[in-house]
């Protein structure tokens, strides 16, 4: 008897240990890197954009300062944003004024699941800029080939690294830059790319707003899991 009970103890603490072991291989790491800025070729993954595509007169550059004073081998997103439009322009946009650097296009989905918000380690110009997480689309009408676009605030301190924790709860559901009045939630594991954009207008109380330079270093983009 004393034996039976000795083996099946084993087999309970066996049982025991196998389970402890599986559920950890389910829970992703407590952080995932999702974009890092230290390389020029970390930098090859995003192209920019702007009001310049549309007759406006803004203009960006993203790049790593070789050496140098105030260089921490960190991506630069900078730039000047105008609210006027080129002369002769013919086409007709609501508003000018922005400028944006999105993540390239690429094969497969970026996994979010099992993380609750995105940390963004940054240095600003107090400015307020946008983040965004673009997934597959689901929510937008058949025949509609843009991706579904969710996006939240960011700070961007002026002069000081600070890492914004964003959770994904507060990511807001968009169309062309307009919040959409529905509720829905993202589905984290099929996000498609991000970006990240500022407004000449808009953006938090006491941010820094208006026309001209802007200016934020982009040391990582990381996905967490918080406690």
């Known amino acids: 008897m ?11 603490n066996a049982t025991k240990k196998a389970f402890t072991w599986n559920i950890e291989e389910w829970v992703p790491p407590p952080e995932k890197y999702i974009f890092k800025f230290h ?7 995003w192209h920019l954009y702007s009001d310049s595509e549309y007759g406006g007169l803004s203009s960006a550059s993203l790049e790593i300062p070789d050496g140098g004073k105030g260089s921490d081998g960190t991506g630069i997103f900078s730039g000047n944003l105008s ?15 922005f400028c944006g650097m999105r993540s390239k296009k690429f094969d497969g989905f970026i996994d979010l699941d099992g993380y609750d918000a995105i940390a ?3 240095r600003g110009d107090g400015r307020c800029y946008i983040s965004t997480i673009y997934t597959e689309n689901w929510v937008n ?8 676009s969710w996006q939240a605030f960011v700070f961007a301190p002026k002069d ?50 208006g026309a001209g330079d ?11 899991r918080m406690p």
């Open 83 to 97: 609210v006027d439009l080129s002369e002769g322009s013919k086409l007709n946009i609501s508003r000018s004024g």
């Open 214 to 224: 802007f200016r934020v270093e982009i040391d990582s983009i990381k996905a967490l």
């Open 120 to 122: 963004m380690r940054l």
């Open 39 to 45: 390389s020029k070729e970390d930098l090859k993954k």
């Open 141 to 148: 009408s058949p025949g509609q080939t843009e991706d579904n």
């Open 160 to 209: 000081r690294w600070y890492t914004a924790k964003i959770p994904l709860a507060r990511y807001l559901p968009t169309w062309r830059g307009n919040v959409i009045d529905v509720e829905m939630e993202m589905n984290p594991g099929r996000v498609l790319g991000m970006s990240l954009s500022v407004n000449a207008e808009g953006g938090a109380v006491g941010a820094k707003s």
């Open 2 to 12: 004393s034996r039976f009970r000795s083996l099946l103890q084993a087999s309970v």
